[in-house]
């Protein structure tokens, strides 16, 4: 499990650095894709804790990574059309918020996943794994179209293999007790 939830923190961190450096690079303005997916950060991370509280680990980062790799694979596609254009802000607000969420399950993964008397060393270990390799986000998102983003969609294919192989313990069903 260790080495599972370590390279998805690592593709997530990375991920999630690589496209704020990246979203230079994409067709039209910079300053509408930019507003548009910061506005889209709150109420998708709160959307996106919910689904990781009703559904479990593996259905949230699942729906995450999918949003992410198919963002991914619009911006590819697409950012040579300029019939399209307008829709480029949308497919970035996905694309980032999907890895977005990503990683904000990764940090209630770790909670979940292992007891309390190795959550906190696992935490380290993942971060400091996700820190050392978001080192190099920035250097990618300067390599010529479209390497950066067949990275970024290869880390989270990658991630979403791997995220079905992750044991995660049963879940409680919470109960609300009547009282009168």
Same mark, same amino acid.
């Given at each position: 499990?260790?080495g599972?939830?370590?390279f998805?923190w690592?593709?997530?961190?990375?991920?999630?650095y690589?496209?704020?450096?990246y979203?230079?690079?994409i067709?039209?303005n910079i300053?509408?894709?930019?507003?548009?997916s910061?506005l889209?950060?709150?109420?998708?991370?709160?959307?996106?804790?919910?689904?990781y509280y009703?559904k479990?680990i593996?259905?949230?980062?699942?729906v995450? #990574?999918?949003?992410s &790799?198919a963002?991914?694979? /619009?911006?590819? %596609?697409?950012?040579?059309?300029?019939?399209?254009?307008?829709l $480029?802000?949308v497919?970035?607000?996905?694309?980032r918020s999907?890895?977005?969420?990503?990683f904000?399950?990764c940090y209630l993964?770790?909670a979940?996943i292992?007891?309390?008397i190795?959550?906190?060393?696992a935490?380290?270990?993942?971060? #400091?794994?996700?820190? &050392?390799?978001?080192?190099f /986000?920035?250097? %990618?998102?300067?390599?010529?179209?479209?390497v950066?983003?067949? $990275?970024f969609?290869s880390?989270?294919?990658?991630a979403?293999?791997?995220?079905?192989?992750?044991?995660?313990?049963?879940r409680e069903?919470h109960?609300v007790?009547?009282t009168?």
């Open positions: 499990n260790l599972i939830l370590m998805l690592i593709a997530a961190s990375f991920n999630l690589m496209i704020s450096f979203m230079k690079y067709p039209g300053f509408v894709t930019t507003l548009t910061s889209g950060d709150i109420p998708l991370s709160i959307g996106g804790g919910f689904l009703f479990g593996r259905i949230a980062m699942t995450f #990574l999918i949003c &790799i963002g991914a694979v /619009s911006i590819i %596609t697409w950012a040579k059309f300029e019939s399209v254009a307008f $480029i802000p497919v970035v607000l996905f694309t999907g890895i977005k969420c990503t904000d399950s993964a770790n979940t292992f007891p309390a190795f959550s906190g060393t935490f380290g270990f993942c971060n #400091l794994g996700a820190k &050392i390799i978001t080192i /986000s920035p250097l %990618t998102a300067e390599v010529k179209d479209p950066p983003m067949i $990275i969609a880390l989270a294919a990658v979403l293999v791997l995220v079905q192989f992750i044991q995660a313990p049963p069903k109960v007790e009547k009168i």
